[in-house]
Nanobody, 115 residues
Framework: QVQLVESGGGLVQGGESLRLSCAAS????????MGWYRQAPGKQRELVAS???????NYANSVRGRFTISRDNAKNTVYLQMNSLKPEDTAVYYC?????????WGQGTQVTVSS
């Protein structure tokens, strides 16, 4: 089992920055891919960014150039640095991790960007 705990969400104004963190704990040998999804009210959950254990990252077109995903394998933690935030980035952000041939999810953290 893997438990994921997210932190770092909040309310900011457009143009500001936030940094999300997601720490994994539990019984596992290693964490493979990690990443972030988000879900806005009335919309489907969408992939924001993902990163392999080796550090290769992918981004949604809507956040490329503004968001940066990174991870610390020693701490089993993934980060999402979000810059130049826009009101359309408002959503609940969920981290995920692949381990023991399963995908695990965090509980979600709210990000609200005011105009």
């Amino acid at each position: 089992q893997v438990q994921l705990v997210e932190s770092g969400g909040g309310l900011v104004q457009g143009g500001e920055s936030l940094r999300l963190s997601c720490a994994a704990s539990g019984s596992f040998f290693s964490i493979d891919a990690m990443g972030w999804y988000r879900q806005a009210p009335g919309k489907q959950r969408e992939l924001v960014a993902s990163i392999t254990r080796g550090g290769s990252a992918n981004y949604a077109n809507s956040v490329r150039g503004r968001f940066t995903i990174s991870r610390d394998n020693a701490k089993n933690t993934v980060y999402l640095q979000m810059n130049s935030l826009k009101p359309e980035d408002t959503a609940v952000y969920y981290c995920y991790a692949h381990a023991t041939q399963r995908r695990y999810w965090g509980q979600g953290t709210q990000v609200t960007v005011s105009s």
